[in-house]
């Protein structure tokens, strides 16, 4: 929930209660042409929620990689396993479904859950898979999931999370407090997780291109593609129905 709602404002405030200080750590991937969204990985800080148990959650169903270490951090581990059991099974699929030669180029920054000599770790199968890391301190001028997708991403979540606010207060006795305190969990954060990266358009994904590799944009039109959601003036509707105490300026500089 944005900071400047009256929610987590009012939790600074409140004695004895504990604010919410959930976290966890995503990460996305996706291909130049926009049409390869990769199953993105998520850690979290618990292995096992309770709220698995009782929405009856298997882990190995879910649209993202679960992870999990008391920190929510991506660790080299994490990391090399996502290649091997998502990132390489999911591109070399695709290539051959679309008669491409069985080669790609993941492209990282220098974050230290990427580790370097990654290749040494790639699987025999997957071999074809070469590394480029990015120069330090590019990541906000090269890194195409910085060009946008990120905050992309981020706008379609808080425009999720704000609606599915909006409906179950709509529809039910609960204040939005009582809602956020009491009913909002990891499992909820899950679908909309995953309908926020569905929700990413291609020409999205392809214009974060334009620094690293112009050509690869040059050569689309966008013709036909999707239009653009007014994402955040969506949110600034959904925050108006439900009374919240924010303008727009707030909210623009939230989610941006």
Known sequence: MPNRTYITAEEKIMPGHKP?????????CANASGD???????????????????HKI?????KIMWRAN??????RQFF????????????KKYLQENNLPVQALLVLD????????????????????KVLYLPPNTTPILQPMDQQ???????????????????????????????????????ICLRIIDQAWLSVTTRTLTSAWKKLWPESVAERTFEGFEPE??????????????GLVMDERVTVNYIT
């Open 20 to 28: 919410m200080k959930d976290r966890l750590t995503l990460a996305l």
């Open 36 to 54: 390869c969204k990769i199953k993105p990985m998520l850690v979290y800080d618990s292995e096992n929620p309770r709220t698995f148990k009782s």
């Open 58 to 62: 298997l882990k190995e169903k879910l």
């Open 70 to 75: 008391p920190k929510a951090w991506v660790t």
């Open 80 to 91: 090399v396993q996502w290649v091997n059991l998502v990132f390489g099974p999911s591109v």
């Open 110 to 129: 220098n974050a230290p859950a990427n580790p370097p000599n990654l290749e040494d770790d790639i699987l025999e199968e997957f071999r074809f898979i």
């Open 149 to 187: 997708v990120i905050s992309n991403f981020k706008n379609l979540c808080t425009k999720h999370l704000f609606r599915r606010c909006f409906e179950v207060t709509e529809n039910t006795n609960l204040t939005l407090r009582e809602y956020w305190k009491d009913h909002f969990n990891i499992v």
């Open 229 to 242: 959601v007014p994402v955040k003036e969506e949110i600034v509707s959904l925050k108006k129905s439900m």
